[in-house]
Nanobody, 126 residues
Framework: VQLQASGGGLVQAGGSLRLSCAASGRTFSSYDMGWFRQAPGKERELVSAIRWTASSTYYTESVKGRFTISRDNAKNTVYLQMNNLKPEDTAVYYC????????????????????WGQGTLVTVSS
């Protein structure tokens, strides 16, 4: 599967952005999806994840109540709605996928996701 992330940009603190990740292929519904981010000088971290059925979602503590992940399997797209953005949310955001046949716990860390998009930059000014 190939992934294309979009929707990043410059926004003031308190503002909102919606990231999109479009996937190629006909089996998108067989992939668990995740959004990761990497800030300068920091390790890549999992921000949010959603199961292939959308039955379960995960959020890292710092974004709970502000970010919402969703997916539209008919459009082969996963979204990350980001509200009340803070300067510490500034990072390059990546979408990633792992097949339901891939091993490992869920949501898992970056090494468990074989497929990655190119990243989209989110900059939040104070």
């Amino acid at each position: 599967v190939q992934l294309q992330a979009s929707g990043g940009g410059l926004v003031q603190a308190g503002g909102s952005l919606r990231l999109s990740c479009a996937a190629s292929g006909r089996t998108f519904s067989s992939y668990d999806m995740g959004w990761f981010r990497q800030a300068p000088g920091k390790e890549r971290e999992l921000v949010s994840a959603i199961r292939w059925t959308a039955s379960s979602t995960y959020y890292t503590e710092s974004v709970k109540g502000r970010f919402t992940i969703s997916r539209d399997n008919a459009k082969n797209t996963v979204y990350l709605q980001m509200n009340n953005l803070k300067p510490e949310d500034t990072a390059v955001y990546y979408c990633a996928a792992r097949g339901i046949w891939d091993g490992g716990n869920w949501p898992g860390d970056a090494p468990l996701y074989p497929y990655w998009g190119q990243g989209t930059l989110v900059t939040v000014s104070s």
